[in-house]
């Protein structure tokens, strides 16, 4: 009856028009990454030969059927291997490294099943910005099983999210004190979180260093200027859909005087609004409170009733435990400034 039942699943899509795997090579079990039957979240530069991300939270989920799945990689410029989860059909999460050209995930069964890829950490200090390069994901394709299928991946959710930030966003130091992958985690940090808990589509942009006036590491520019770009090079999607964009600049902007911080965070959110011309868009003080008058009367001025500055001042506590560091949260930390964030957001979506 289950054979049954899949082989029946398999031929409603063909029938409905759900576009087959197709590959360059006439590979009948690759999948291009740019099909339509691929649902990604976040920023991904999408082609008919990759989708690349260079930010920690990404992800992709689609539906299959088989004993297991590859998904294919490009790591010949990669230095420092990005790293990611996969889970199957709502399964423990299983880390990988993007080390290798090809990673083999199993599932138990012919199927149908469920694969989420979540990007759980892109080096902040390694090139990430300009091709080729020196960490980052990038997804060439995936190959089937014999006699496997790829199914369409229903939408998750209307609702769209955005967040965009600094190493704070990013994950950086979430699970324990060190700057380094394994000490980060993007699916732990605050914006997954609120994503998941209000079933909304996510984005989450953090890039370690970066400010609305200070440069990121791993050649990032400065949040205006990186606006708009999954990476050099490639365009990123609008937020023209968003529903909510949450902002957390200004941490590392700390050695830049009122005036010249204020001109450049007003010209960010000019940015945002235009891009997204009826998001809500949240504007947080900083954790550590840098700017946080500065922040204040930019979004006083704007005077845009959908824009507005979120205090966040008491939210964290070092004493609690909620920092790895001194300007880090935790995942405890994490945990505290999403349950914040999900009560301010559920009377709104």
């Known amino acids: 009856m289950a054979a049954l039942a899949l082989m029946a699943a398999v031929a409603v899509e063909v029938l409905l028009g759900v576009p087959q795997p197709a590959s360059a090579s006439g590979d009948p079990n690759a999948v291009r990454p740019d099909d339509r039957r691929l649902a990604y979240e976040g920023h991904w530069g999408r082609t008919a030969e990759a989708a690349t991300t260079v930010n920690s939270g990404s992800r992709l989920r689609f539906r299959f059927t088989g004993d297991s799945v590859h998904a294919l990689f490009d790591v010949a410029s990669i230095t420092v291997p990005a790293q990611i989860y996969e889970s199957v059909d709502g399964g423990p999460k299983r880390l990988h490294a993007v080390d290798r050209s090809d990673l083999e995930i199993t599932a138990d069964g012919r199927g149908p099943h469920s694969l989420e890829i979540s990007v759980k950490d892109v080096f902040s200090r390694a090139n990430r910005w300009t091709p080729p390069l020196q960490t980052g994901v990038v997804l060439t394709g995936l190959r089937l099983d014999d006699g496997g299928h790829l199914l369409h991946q229903p939408a998750r959710s209307a609702r769209k999210l955005a967040f965009y930030g600094d190493s704070i966003t990013q994950g950086v130091m979430a699970l324990c004190e060190a700057n380094t992958s394994d000490c980060a985690d993007g699916t732990e940090a605050y914006p997954t979180l609120v994503a998941d808990a209000l079933r909304a589509s996510l984005t989450q942009v953090g890039f370690g260093r970066q400010g609305v006036i200070q440069t990121g ?23 023209r859909r968003a529903d909510v964009i949450v902002v957390n600049q200004g941490t590392n902007d700390a050695a830049y005087g009122s005036d010249e911080f204020r001109g450049a965070y007003r010209v960010y959110l000019d940015q945002l609004r235009a891009a997204a011309p009826h998001a809500r868009i949240l504007a947080l003080r900083p954790f550590n409170g840098a700017h946080a008058d500065d922040i204040t009367a930019v979004v006083g001025e704007l005077a845009d009733p959908r824009i507005e500055f979120v205090d966040t001042t008491d939210w964290l506590s070092s004493a609690a435990g909620d920092f790895n560091g001194t300007v880090h949260p935790s995942t405890h930390g994490h945990r505290k400034v999403a349950d914040r964030l999900i009560a301010l957001l559920e009377k709104g979506l």
């Open 217 to 239: 590491n791993g050649g990032v520019p400065a949040a205006p200027d990186a606006y708009g770009w999954n990476h050099a090079g490639s365009r990123a999607e609008s937020d």
